[in-house]
Every structure is written in C-alpha cells, then in structure tokens.
C-alpha cells in the first residue's frame, strides 16, 4: 500500500554488500527440516514475507520453529509426523511454498485445505497437481482444480517417471517430494537443467538422489536426518546492484557471501556477453552450494538475444535485465520465456508496460519481448509495481536513469524477498 518517492540517483553505485539469504533455499530449508528427524537450524534465513508465510504454514501443521531474527530452528518430526491443520492455510504470495508444499501433502495420509492471495489465487497449479494425481493423491479446486482455493487429500503415492513440460525447478522439486513416500524411485526428466537445490540440500540431509544426464531419480522412504545449514545470499537480489553497477561507468561494486550455484548464475554470464565488466570468485561451499564474491564494475553494454537454456537461468532477473537491455547499444531479444506470464503477475506485460512508458523501444511478444537500446535517459513520474517484487525493484533502480523522481506505488512488495532493498539502494546510490 501507499506510494513511495524514489529520488532520481545519478551516480555510480559503489560499496560492498552481502544481500539477504537465498528465497528458493530459505523455502527448502524449512521443508526439508520439518520432515526430517530431530532438530535442524538454518543460518542467514530469508525473513522476507513468502519464506516466513512457509514458517506459519509448517507451525499449523504442528511443527515448532523458533526464530531470532535469521537464525531458524526447526523441530522436525520425520516423514510423517505433519498435523492435520484445524484451520485452511494461508499461502498468501509465495508459488513456491503451495508447489512444494503440494508435493509433501500428497504423500502425508491427511486432508489439507490451501489458499493464498489475489496473485496466487490466479497463478496455475495443474502443473504440479497433474503429476501428484499420477503419483495417488487428490486435488480439488477452483476452476477444475487448476487454482487455489484447493483441497489436498494425501495418500500411499507410486513412484512415476515424469518428463517436466515446462522447464521449472517447482514442479521438478514437488514430485521430488512428493517421491520420498513412495515405495520406488521416482525419476523426473527435466529437457533443461533448472535450479537444483532440491537436490543439493536433499544431500545434506542425508538422501540418497543420483542424477544421470537430465534424469534424476530418488529412491522412496529414505528418512531425512537433521542438520545444520547456512544460506548464502540471493543472486537474484543481488542481480539488481549489479545491474544498477554495470550501468554507470564510474560504479565498483562488490556483492560477499553470494550464492554461485551454476544453475542460478546465468545474470552473470549474460552480462558479460552484453559486455560487461564482471568477475566472480568462489570462496567455500556450503554443503553442496558454492558461495563466493561478484565484482562489477560499470561500462558499456550491446544487446544480445536471451533464449533456450538461458532462460531457466535468469528466469527472476528478466524485469532486471529488460531495464538494462534498454540502455545497451542495439536491440535484445529475449524468448522462450512464456512462463513469465504466470509469476506473481504477468511479468512480460508489467515489464513492457512500465519500461515503455519509460520511454523504452520495447515490444512484447508471446514468449519473451525485444528492446532496441541506447544509452539515454528514462521518463520519472507515476509507476506501479503491480504488487511484484521484482517489478517494484526493476522501477526503483531505474531511477539511476531519470530526470526526474519516480513514484512507485505500492512498494512494500518488494518485502517479499529483499526486506533491506531500500537500505542497500541508499547505502550503494549515495547522489
Ligand atoms: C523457484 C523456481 C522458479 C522461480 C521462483 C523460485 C524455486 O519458478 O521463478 O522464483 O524456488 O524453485 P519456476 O519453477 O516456476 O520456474
């Protein structure tokens, strides 16, 4: 709610920072835990709203987590040790808590109801309920069973072999899940590798996964031990500084403690193909997952074209690179990236929308847009951010590139998986 004032910045973006822990693995942190036996705690924790919409949801099914500040306990109770939940559960924004979690509820022996805000209420769940109901378990929902409001009955599952019609590492975890209660081994097929952290954390939990090729199998009824985990800092939080750092030419900008899973650094590779000056270092693991530093400094860029593999690889930074691709000698096409339509809201919509009233050369097309760029300065005034994080944030760096200030209504989205976004963005942009 309420408008927030984003005075126009015109300089560079210079500092270091360590941006908050990682959403994906904040979610399968806590999932993962909660069915595991004994007691797990998770360090630099996202506190942002959908990690801790997963938090309430486990505690109505029974499971005690303690929370101080990003330091999260978990008490699991093993595979089946959820609570029927007395109350339906609020899911409010966050996809990947409901697909997930879909994937747990399908094989705990009880009914469940879901449901979440405007936003998820419209965004499809067929994508996962489809494979679960191969595996046994029962769905109903509004429109066929396609959206939340839903109901879940879960029961004895069968293994499947599914192949991902759509590259999302969601419905690749939620039959993941959902296979640790069956009595086989599951295989998911997935055409493009997409983020793998399900199965990297399944590994530090003690479960046995394999992968071979694009096909990953899970034996069923393997019993998740506790552990001790640590987070490392969101690469798509940090993809917008170091976008902002790659557009200004006097910008020397250093993000520590950075998650470098390979699965998730395509803002990186592409950057440097638009040409920028970018280098990252690996500095330990953390369990199965690479952490290190990104150095950006400013320059200048060219437009390149976005698509196939790419996609599943900067699937959330797309708002942030359609505002840089904009200031980038030539024109970029980014395509096969249709699913955008069907995130917090449409985000190939939102983006064209605001950038061209930016006053961007920018198209949309059915699966992607294109953008003929130039260095030059963007319009301030009124935007929206259509209660998406991402957009919200996309609007507040492109202030870098106004005249004038810009409006952004309804910014307290940007909570969602950045709660410090506005303490960074003055500490990095100071004019
Ligand atoms: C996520 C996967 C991606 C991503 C989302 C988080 C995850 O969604 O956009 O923000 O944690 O698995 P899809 O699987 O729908 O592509």
């Known amino acids: 709610m309420g408008t927030m004032t984003i005075s126009k910045r015109t300089k560079a973006v210079t500092g270091t920072i360590a941006v908050p822990g990682d959403k994906s693995m904040s979610h399968r942190a806590i999932m993962l835990a909660a069915i595991s036996n004994g007691k797990s705690t998770i360090d630099n924790f996202l506190t942002g709203e959908d990690c801790l919409t997963t938090i309430v949801a486990f505690e109505a099914m029974g499971i005690k987590i303690e929370r101080n500040e990003s330091k999260v306990t978990v ?20 996809g990947t808590t409901t697909r997930l979690l879909l994937g747990i509820l399908a094989g705990t022996p009880h009914h469940y109801c879901l449901y979440g805000d405007e936003s998820l209420s419209v965004r499809p769940m067929d994508r996962v309920t489809i494979p679960l109901t191969k595996m046994g378990a029962a769905f109903d929902g509004n429109q066929h069973g396609r959206l939340l409001p ?6 004895n599952l ?38 793998d952290h399900t199965e990297r954390m399944f590994t530090a939990f003690g479960v046995d996964i394999s992968r071979q090729g694009n096909t990953i199998s ?17 690469i798509s939080s940090a993809a917008f500084f170091i976008c902002a750092a790659a557009l200004k030419s006097e910008s020397d900008l250093i993000i520590k403690d950075v998650g470098l899973n390979p699965t998730r650094t395509g803002i ?28 950006v400094k400013g320059g200048q860029l060219t437009g390149i074209t976005i698509s196939g593999n790419d996609i599943p690889r900067v699937i959330d930074e797309i708002p942030i690179i359609a505002l840089i691709a904009s200031q980038a000698n030539g024109k970029t096409v980014i395509k096969h990236a249709e699913d955008l339509r069907y995130k917090e809201t449409d985000r190939i919509q939102a983006v064209v929308d605001t950038l061209r009233n930016m006053g961007v050369d920018i198209k949309g097309t059915e ?3 294109v953008i003929n760029g130039k260095p030059s300065k963007l319009k301030g005034g009124e935007y929206h951010s259509y209660k998406d994080h991402r957009i919200g ?26 709660p410090s976004f506005f303490n960074h963005f003055d500490q990095l942009l100071e004019d």
């Open 75 to 94: 008490h699991g109770k093993g595979l089946y040790g959820l609570d029927e939940s007395m109350q339906p559960i609020n899911l409010g924004n966050s």
């Open 268 to 295: 990186i590779d592409v950057l440097q193909r638009m040409g920028a000056n970018i280098q990252t270092s690996i500095t330990r693991y953390i369990g199965d997952e690479p952490i290190g530093e990104v150095f």
């Open 150 to 155: 839903m109901s879940v009955r879960g029961d």
């Open 218 to 234: 899970l034996k069923g009824q393997q019993q998740l031990t506790a552990t001790n985990l640590e987070v490392p800092g969101d």
């Open 367 to 369: 699966d992607g847009m």
């Open 393 to 418: 944030m996309m609007i507040a760096i492109a202030s870098l590139l106004t005249n004038e200030d810009i409006n952004l209504h309804e910014p307290d989205c940007i909570s969602i998986s950045y």
């Open 158 to 195: 069968q293994p499947i072999e599914y192949t991902l019609p759509i590259n999302s590492a969601q419905i690749k975890s939620s039959i993941l899940l959902a296979g640790l209660f069956t009595k086989g081994i599951t295989k998911v097929i997935e055409p493009v590798p997409t983020r």
